[in-house]
Every structure is written in structure tokens, then in C-alpha cells.
């Protein structure tokens, strides 16, 4: 029984650590798109200028890494609905 609550237990982090990603990147994808907007100024930033670059693996890489890692985290310490060890 105690093997079959671990598996069930990997499998719920598992999963918030997805919907964390998830979110993050639709989120995260969603402050690029408007950064995008505000800063798309031809004149001013090119399509070569290395900011976009900075920007998307702030927003659309990172932010989803982050909060992946905050749910695992929390996940492991047993935070998380589902997560607490009996």
C-alpha cells in the first residue's frame, strides 16, 4: 500500500508541476506579445536588436522554468492538495 501512495503521490507533483508550466508559459507568452507591441518601434529596435532575444527567454522560457520549480517544490514538501505525506 505505502509503494502504491508514492507512485500516486509522483504522479499529483507531476502533474502541478505541469499546470505551473502551463500557465507560466501562456503567461509568459502573453507579457512578450505586449513587450512586443509597446517596444516594436522599427526605427528605434530593429528586428535584429538583441533585447528580443533577452525578452523572450525572460518571459516565455524562464517564467515557466520558475514556476515549474516552484511547484515542484512545493510539491515535494507537500504543499499542494494531494501532496502531503500520511
Same mark, same amino acid.
Given at each position: 500500500?505505502?509503494?502504491?501512495?508514492?507512485?500516486?503521490?509522483?504522479?499529483?507533483?507531476?502533474?502541478?508541476t505541469m499546470a505551473f508550466a502551463g500557465i507560466g508559459l501562456m503567461l509568459g507568452a502573453s507579457f512578450f506579445g505586449l513587450? *512586443?507591441?509597446? !517596444?516594436?518601434?522599427? $526605427?528605434?529596435? #530593429?528586428?535584429?536588436w538583441a533585447g528580443w532575444n533577452i525578452l523572450f527567454f525572460a518571459f516565455v522560457v524562464g517564467l515557466p522554468c520558475a514556476?515549474?520549480?516552484? *511547484?515542484?517544490? !512545493?510539491?515535494?514538501? $507537500?504543499?499542494? #492538495?494531494g501532496t502531503r505525506r500520511t
Amino acid at each position: 500500500m505505502h509503494q502504491r501512495y508514492k507512485l500516486r503521490r509522483a504522479i499529483v507533483i507531476l502533474a502541478w508541476t505541469m499546470a505551473f508550466a502551463g500557465i507560466g508559459l501562456m503567461l509568459g507568452a502573453s507579457f512578450f506579445g505586449l513587450a *512586443g507591441a509597446f !517596444l516594436a518601434d522599427p $526605427g528605434a529596435r #530593429p528586428a535584429t536588436w538583441a533585447g528580443w532575444n533577452i525578452l523572450f527567454f525572460a518571459f516565455v522560457v524562464g517564467l515557466p522554468c520558475a514556476l515549474a520549480t516552484l *511547484g515542484l517544490l !512545493l510539491g515535494t514538501t $507537500g504543499r499542494l #492538495p494531494g501532496t502531503r505525506r500520511t
